[in-house]
């Protein structure tokens, strides 16, 4: 009987910290482009939140595919 392994517990744990630095970072980049535009087009704090908050679903959708990954595995 071939029975399919799923991923062991140091696997998901590493696989989690992946997924909040990958949310972390995407935030993090689009904070820092909306500021750099609103820097260079003069515009207060417009792009700004806009920019975070797209760095967050971004993060949330790449979270998706890398789970997506470790349950096929």
């Known amino acids: 009987m071939n029975r399919k392994k799923g991923p062991n517990a140091l696997q998901i744990a590493a696989t989690v910290s992946a997924m909040g630095f990958e ?3 995407f935030i993090i980049i689009g904070a820092l ?3 750099y ?3 260079r087009f003069e515009t207060g704090h417009l792009w700004l939140p806009i920019c975070a ?3 967050f679903f971004l993060g949330l959708f790449s979270c998706y ?3 997506k990954s470790l349950m096929k595995d």
């Open 65 to 67: 595919f890398t789970l």
């Open 53 to 55: 908050v797209a760095g």
């Open 37 to 39: 535009m609103d820097q």
């Open 23 to 25: 949310i972390f970072a």
């Open 33 to 35: 482009g909306g500021n």
